[in-house]
Protein backbone atom coordinates (compact mmCIF):
# COMPACT_ATOMS: atom_id res chain seq x y z
CA UNK A 1 0.00 0.00 0.00
CA UNK A 2 1.30 3.26 -0.70
CA UNK A 3 2.28 5.62 1.97
CA UNK A 4 0.09 8.48 0.82
CA UNK A 5 -2.85 8.35 -1.75
CA UNK A 6 -5.05 10.97 -3.74
CA UNK A 7 -7.54 10.82 -6.25
CA UNK A 8 -5.59 11.97 -9.33
CA UNK A 9 -8.68 13.35 -10.71
CA UNK A 10 -8.45 15.78 -13.53
CA UNK A 11 -11.65 17.73 -11.31
CA UNK A 12 -12.64 19.76 -14.08
CA UNK A 13 -14.88 22.79 -12.17
CA UNK A 14 -16.59 25.60 -13.21
CA UNK A 15 -15.18 29.30 -11.68
CA UNK A 16 -16.72 30.31 -8.86
CA UNK A 17 -16.86 26.44 -7.27
CA UNK A 18 -16.12 24.86 -4.73
CA UNK A 19 -13.91 22.06 -4.76
CA UNK A 20 -12.51 19.45 -2.43
CA UNK A 21 -9.49 17.26 -2.47
CA UNK A 22 -9.09 14.36 -0.16
CA UNK A 23 -5.66 12.30 1.24
CA UNK A 24 -5.03 9.22 3.12
CA UNK A 25 -1.98 8.07 4.51
CA UNK A 26 -0.80 4.35 5.66
CA UNK A 27 1.45 5.34 8.70
CA UNK A 28 -0.54 6.56 11.53
CA UNK A 29 3.22 7.72 12.89
CA UNK A 30 2.32 10.39 10.54
CA UNK A 31 3.36 13.82 12.09
CA UNK A 32 2.83 16.69 10.26
CA UNK A 33 0.92 17.21 6.67
CA UNK A 34 1.31 20.06 3.83
CA UNK A 35 -0.20 20.58 0.60
CA UNK A 36 1.74 21.61 -2.03
CA UNK A 37 0.97 23.04 -5.43
CA UNK A 38 2.61 22.59 -8.93
CA UNK A 39 2.23 24.72 -12.21
CA UNK A 40 2.27 23.05 -15.23
CA UNK A 41 5.88 22.37 -16.13
CA UNK A 42 7.17 24.08 -12.54
CA UNK A 43 8.38 22.96 -9.28
CA UNK A 44 6.35 21.78 -6.91
CA UNK A 45 5.62 24.92 -4.18
CA UNK A 46 4.39 24.70 -0.62
CA UNK A 47 0.77 25.93 -0.67
CA UNK A 48 -0.36 25.61 3.19
CA UNK A 49 0.62 23.38 6.03
CA UNK A 50 -2.87 21.30 7.70
CA UNK A 51 -2.90 21.96 11.78
CA UNK A 52 -4.61 19.35 14.04
CA UNK A 53 -7.20 21.81 14.27
CA UNK A 54 -7.89 22.69 10.86
CA UNK A 55 -6.63 25.72 9.39
CA UNK A 56 -7.93 28.31 6.95
CA UNK A 57 -5.62 30.50 4.31
CA UNK A 58 -7.81 33.10 2.32
CA UNK A 59 -10.31 30.89 -0.17
CA UNK A 60 -8.48 27.42 1.06
CA UNK A 61 -9.07 25.66 4.14
CA UNK A 62 -7.19 22.49 5.33
CA UNK A 63 -8.29 19.72 7.57
CA UNK A 64 -6.58 16.95 9.21
CA UNK A 65 -8.28 13.53 10.70
CA UNK A 66 -5.71 11.44 12.34
CA UNK A 67 -8.90 8.88 13.38
CA UNK A 68 -9.17 8.19 9.58
CA UNK A 69 -5.99 8.82 8.52
CA UNK A 70 -7.12 11.79 6.05
CA UNK A 71 -6.44 15.10 5.26
CA UNK A 72 -8.50 17.29 2.42
CA UNK A 73 -7.97 20.74 0.38
CA UNK A 74 -10.99 22.37 0.68
CA UNK A 75 -11.03 25.52 -2.42
CA UNK A 76 -13.95 28.29 -2.34
CA UNK A 77 -15.07 30.31 -5.14
CA UNK A 78 -12.42 28.92 -7.47
CA UNK A 79 -10.28 31.38 -10.16
CA UNK A 80 -8.55 30.44 -13.39
CA UNK A 81 -5.22 30.36 -11.48
CA UNK A 82 -5.96 27.72 -9.16
CA UNK A 83 -5.40 26.05 -11.62
CA UNK A 84 -2.98 23.68 -10.97
CA UNK A 85 -2.06 19.79 -9.36
CA UNK A 86 -2.00 19.20 -5.92
CA UNK A 87 0.10 16.90 -3.94
CA UNK A 88 0.08 15.71 -0.36
CA UNK A 89 2.51 15.07 1.33
CA UNK A 90 3.21 13.59 5.00
CA UNK A 91 5.97 14.04 7.42
CA UNK A 92 7.13 11.48 9.55
CA UNK A 93 9.06 12.63 12.37
CA UNK A 94 11.95 10.18 12.24
CA UNK A 95 14.77 9.57 9.47
CA UNK A 96 16.21 12.02 7.22
CA UNK A 97 14.45 10.44 4.53
CA UNK A 98 10.78 11.17 5.90
CA UNK A 99 8.50 13.50 3.52
CA UNK A 100 5.97 11.23 1.62
CA UNK A 101 4.42 12.52 -1.75
CA UNK A 102 1.06 11.83 -2.95
CA UNK A 103 0.98 11.32 -6.84
CA UNK A 104 -1.15 14.55 -7.06
CA UNK A 105 -4.61 16.37 -7.98
CA UNK A 106 -5.06 18.24 -10.97
CA UNK A 107 -7.59 20.88 -11.12
CA UNK A 108 -8.67 23.09 -14.06
CA UNK A 109 -10.82 25.76 -13.38
CA UNK A 110 -13.04 26.54 -16.76
CA UNK A 111 -14.28 29.98 -17.06
CA UNK B 1 19.03 35.63 -5.93
CA UNK B 2 19.33 33.33 -3.14
CA UNK B 3 17.63 30.09 -3.41
CA UNK B 4 18.30 26.68 -5.13
CA UNK B 5 18.70 26.39 -8.93
CA UNK B 6 19.37 23.41 -11.15
CA UNK B 7 21.46 23.29 -14.63
CA UNK B 8 21.19 22.03 -17.36
CA UNK B 9 17.23 23.10 -17.51
CA UNK B 10 17.30 20.83 -20.62
CA UNK B 11 19.24 18.29 -21.62
CA UNK B 12 18.88 15.84 -24.98
CA UNK B 13 21.35 12.93 -25.11
CA UNK B 14 21.95 9.93 -25.77
CA UNK B 15 21.63 6.21 -24.66
CA UNK B 16 25.22 5.22 -22.68
CA UNK B 17 26.30 8.70 -22.24
CA UNK B 18 27.02 10.00 -18.72
CA UNK B 19 25.19 13.09 -18.40
CA UNK B 20 25.75 14.93 -15.00
CA UNK B 21 22.78 17.50 -12.94
CA UNK B 22 24.08 20.13 -11.05
CA UNK B 23 22.32 21.69 -8.14
CA UNK B 24 23.64 24.29 -5.74
CA UNK B 25 21.51 26.11 -2.91
CA UNK B 26 22.38 29.34 -1.38
CA UNK B 27 20.74 29.23 2.27
CA UNK B 28 23.11 26.27 3.66
CA UNK B 29 20.29 23.99 3.94
CA UNK B 30 22.15 20.52 5.53
CA UNK B 31 19.35 18.05 3.64
CA UNK B 32 18.94 18.16 -0.18
CA UNK B 33 17.52 15.70 -2.43
CA UNK B 34 17.12 14.32 -5.81
CA UNK B 35 13.65 13.06 -7.14
CA UNK B 36 12.46 12.37 -10.48
CA UNK B 37 9.05 12.99 -11.51
CA UNK B 38 6.95 10.48 -14.12
CA UNK B 39 3.39 10.83 -15.70
CA UNK B 40 1.49 8.12 -13.36
CA UNK B 41 4.26 7.61 -10.54
CA UNK B 42 4.02 10.95 -9.01
CA UNK B 43 7.88 12.60 -7.16
CA UNK B 44 9.91 9.68 -6.54
CA UNK B 45 12.76 10.00 -4.13
CA UNK B 46 16.00 9.09 -6.14
CA UNK B 47 19.06 9.90 -4.00
CA UNK B 48 19.19 12.28 -0.61
CA UNK B 49 21.72 14.02 1.55
CA UNK B 50 21.96 15.13 5.16
CA UNK B 51 24.82 16.63 5.45
CA UNK B 52 28.38 17.43 3.44
CA UNK B 53 29.71 13.70 2.52
CA UNK B 54 26.25 12.00 3.88
CA UNK B 55 24.21 10.53 1.03
CA UNK B 56 21.79 7.61 1.34
CA UNK B 57 19.59 5.58 -1.56
CA UNK B 58 16.38 6.82 -1.81
CA UNK B 59 13.45 4.62 -3.94
CA UNK B 60 14.95 4.52 -7.53
CA UNK B 61 18.98 4.87 -7.11
CA UNK B 62 19.11 2.75 -10.09
CA UNK B 63 21.62 3.74 -12.69
CA UNK B 64 22.57 7.03 -10.33
CA UNK B 65 25.30 8.18 -7.94
CA UNK B 66 25.52 11.76 -6.33
CA UNK B 67 28.00 12.95 -4.15
CA UNK B 68 28.15 15.82 -1.81
CA UNK B 69 31.35 17.21 -1.24
CA UNK B 70 30.13 20.92 -0.16
CA UNK B 71 27.16 21.52 1.42
CA UNK B 72 25.75 23.56 -1.34
CA UNK B 73 26.10 21.48 -4.05
CA UNK B 74 24.19 17.97 -4.66
CA UNK B 75 25.20 16.75 -8.41
CA UNK B 76 23.63 13.64 -9.68
CA UNK B 77 25.28 11.54 -12.33
CA UNK B 78 23.60 9.17 -15.01
CA UNK B 79 26.67 7.13 -15.51
CA UNK B 80 25.19 5.12 -18.35
CA UNK B 81 22.19 7.02 -19.48
CA UNK B 82 19.25 4.52 -20.32
CA UNK B 83 15.89 6.05 -22.46
CA UNK B 84 14.11 5.17 -18.90
CA UNK B 85 15.72 7.68 -17.29
CA UNK B 86 13.97 10.16 -19.87
CA UNK B 87 12.07 12.81 -16.73
CA UNK B 88 12.05 15.23 -15.07
CA UNK B 89 14.32 15.69 -12.50
CA UNK B 90 14.07 18.07 -8.93
CA UNK B 91 16.53 18.52 -6.86
CA UNK B 92 15.13 20.27 -3.25
CA UNK B 93 16.41 20.94 0.06
CA UNK B 94 15.15 21.68 3.61
CA UNK B 95 16.80 23.14 6.75
CA UNK B 96 16.16 19.79 8.75
CA UNK B 97 14.48 16.58 9.40
CA UNK B 98 11.54 17.75 10.58
CA UNK B 99 10.98 21.22 8.65
CA UNK B 100 8.02 20.46 6.64
CA UNK B 101 9.05 22.97 3.62
CA UNK B 102 11.22 21.77 1.02
CA UNK B 103 12.64 24.17 -1.42
CA UNK B 104 12.80 22.69 -5.19
CA UNK B 105 14.61 23.64 -8.20
CA UNK B 106 13.22 24.35 -11.31
CA UNK B 107 13.58 21.06 -12.29
CA UNK B 108 16.16 19.27 -15.11
CA UNK B 109 14.20 18.27 -18.11
CA UNK B 110 16.11 15.61 -19.45
CA UNK B 111 15.45 13.12 -22.77
CA UNK B 112 17.64 10.41 -23.60
CA UNK B 113 17.40 8.64 -27.23
Known amino acids: RKEVEQDPGPFNVPEGATVAFNCTYSNSASQSFFWYRQDCRKEPKLLMSVYSSGNEDGRFTAQLNRASQYISLLIRDSKLSDSATYLCVVNRQTGANNLFFGTGTRLTVIP | ?113
Not at chain 2, 92 to 111: C, H, I, K, Q
Open chain 2, 1 to 113: DAGITQSPRYKITETGRQVTLMCHQTWSHSYMFWYRQDLGHGLRLIYYSAAADITDKGEVPDGYVVSRSKTENFPLTLESATRSQTSVYFCASRAGPNTGELFFGEGSRLTVL
